[in-house]
C-alpha cells in the first residue's frame, strides 16, 4: 500500500536534509511542509516536542530527532543505507553522532563574536576532518562504493563548506585529500544535491551576514555594513539563533 510520508522542513537545516536524502535513496514519495523556525505553528509544537525539524509524518503519526527517523525509514523501507553487519552498523551510528558535533562546530564558526573564537573553532573543525581523513578508506564514500547513512549526513556538512570557501580559505580542509575527495562525490550524488532547493546557496548566504558575527564581518569586510544589514533580522534569520544545534 502506498503511503504518503511527510516532512516537516526548514530550507536550510541539515538535519532535514539527512532524512531527505535518505528517502531519496530509498525511492519514497515525501513531501514537504516548510516551517517558519521563528513563528513555530501550534500544530507543529504539538507534534515536535523539542520545537526543532525535521518531523516525519507517517499516517497521522509523528517522529521526532532525525536519527530516529532514519532509522525508522531503515526498518521500514527497502534499499538498506546502514551496513548490515551489527559492528559496522553501530561504529556507523558513532560517525552519525561525529556528524551532528561537526554541525554543532560549524554553527560555532559562524556564529563566533570575535576573531579568538572563530580561530577556536577552525581548529575544532580542522582536528575532526584528520580524523575522518584518517578513517577513510579510497572512497569514493565513506564506507567505499556503497552510499550509506555517514554518507547522508556529511553531504549537509560538506554543503557549508561551498558557501564558506565563497568568503575566505580557513584551511579547514587544507592537505586532507581523501575528505576532498569524498567531499566531491558527495556533492555529486543525486540525493545529497536535490535535498535543498535552488535558492539554498543565497539564503545561506544572507542568513550568515545576519549572525553579527566575526564571519558575516568577513564577508563585507565592513562590520558597519553587517550591523546594518541585520538590523531588521527576518524570520528565515532566525533558525541559526539555536540552532543546529544538540544532536
Ligand atoms: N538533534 C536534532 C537537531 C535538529 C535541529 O537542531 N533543528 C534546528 C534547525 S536545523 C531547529 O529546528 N532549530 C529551531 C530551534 O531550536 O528552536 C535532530 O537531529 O533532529
Same mark, same amino acid.
Given at each position: 500500500?502506498?503511503?504518503?510520508?511527510?516532512?516537516? #522542513?526548514?530550507?536550510?537545516? $541539515?538535519?532535514?536534509?539527512?532524512?531527505?536524502?535518505?528517502?531519496t535513496?530509498?525511492?519514497?514519495? @515525501?513531501?514537504?511542509?516548510t516551517?517558519?523556525?521563528?513563528?513555530?505553528?501550534?500544530?507543529?509544537?504539538?507534534?515536535s516536542?523539542?520545537?526543532?525539524? $525535521?518531523? /516525519?509524518?507517517?499516517?497521522?503519526?509523528?517522529?521526532? +530527532?532525525?536519527?530516529?527517523? /532514519? +532509522?525508522?525509514?531503515?526498518?521500514?523501507?527497502?534499499?538498506? /543505507?546502514?551496513?548490515?553487519?551489527?559492528?559496522?552498523?553501530?561504529?556507523?551510528?558513532?560517525?552519525? +553522532?561525529?556528524?551532528?558535533? =561537526?554541525?554543532? &562546530?560549524?554553527?560555532?564558526?559562524?556564529?563566533?563574536?570575535?576573531?579568538?573564537?572563530?580561530?577556536g573553532?577552525? =581548529? #575544532?573543525?580542522?582536528?575532526k576532518?584528520? *580524523?575522518?581523513?584518517?578513517?577513510?578508506?579510497?572512497?569514493?564514500? @565513506?564506507?567505499?562504493?556503497?552510499?550509506?547513512?555517514?554518507?547522508?549526513?556529511?553531504?549537509?556538512v560538506? *554543503?557549508? @563548506? &561551498? =558557501?564558506? &570557501?565563497?568568503?575566505?580559505?580557513?584551511?579547514?580542509?587544507?592537505?586532507?585529500?581523501?575528505?576532498?575527495?569524498?567531499?566531491?562525490?558527495?556533492?555529486?550524488?543525486?540525493?545529497?544535491? &536535490?535535498?535543498?532547493?535552488?535558492?539554498?546557496?543565497?539564503?545561506?548566504?544572507?542568513?550568515?551576514?545576519?549572525?553579527? #558575527?566575526h564571519?558575516?564581518? /568577513?564577508?563585507?569586510?565592513?562590520?558597519?555594513?553587517?550591523?546594518?544589514?541585520?538590523?531588521?533580522?527576518?524570520?528565515?534569520?532566525? @533558525?541559526?539563533?539555536?540552532?543546529?544545534?544538540?544532536?
Amino acid at each position: 500500500m502506498k503511503m504518503t510520508l511527510h516532512l516537516m #522542513s526548514h530550507a536550510l537545516c $541539515p538535519y532535514v536534509q539527512r532524512a531527505a536524502i535518505s528517502l531519496t535513496e530509498k525511492g519514497v514519495d @515525501f513531501e514537504r511542509t516548510t516551517i517558519d523556525l521563528a513563528n513555530k505553528p501550534d500544530w507543529f509544537l504539538a507534534i515536535s516536542p523539542l520545537g526543532k525539524t $525535521p518531523v /516525519l509524518t507517517v499516517k497521522g503519526q509523528s517522529i521526532f +530527532e532525525s536519527a530516529a527517523i /532514519l +532509522e525508522y525509514l531503515e526498518e521500514t523501507q527497502t534499499a538498506p /543505507l546502514h551496513p548490515a553487519d551489527p559492528m559496522t552498523r553501530a561504529q556507523h551510528r558513532g560517525w552519525i +553522532e561525529f556528524g551532528s558535533a =561537526t554541525l554543532n &562546530d560549524i554553527a560555532g564558526f559562524y556564529a563566533a563574536k570575535n576573531a579568538a573564537a572563530f580561530a577556536g573553532k577552525i =581548529t #575544532s573543525l580542522s582536528a575532526k576532518f584528520s *580524523r575522518l581523513e584518517g578513517q577513510l578508506g579510497n572512497g569514493p564514500y @565513506f564506507a567505499g562504493d556503497k552510499f550509506t547513512l555517514v554518507d547522508a549526513v556529511f553531504g549537509p556538512v560538506f *554543503r557549508y @563548506f &561551498d =558557501t564558506f &570557501d565563497r568568503i575566505g580559505d580557513f584551511g579547514i580542509l587544507s592537505g586532507k585529500e581523501k575528505v576532498k575527495t569524498w567531499r566531491k562525490a558527495l556533492a555529486e550524488r543525486p540525493s545529497v544535491r &536535490d535535498a535543498v532547493s535552488q535558492s539554498y546557496p543565497e539564503l545561506l548566504w544572507t542568513f550568515l551576514l545576519n549572525r553579527r #558575527s566575526h564571519l558575516s564581518g /568577513l564577508m563585507t569586510g565592513n562590520r558597519e555594513a553587517v550591523e546594518k544589514t541585520s538590523a531588521a533580522p527576518t524570520s528565515s534569520g532566525y @533558525f541559526p539563533a539555536t540552532g543546529p544545534s544538540s544532536a
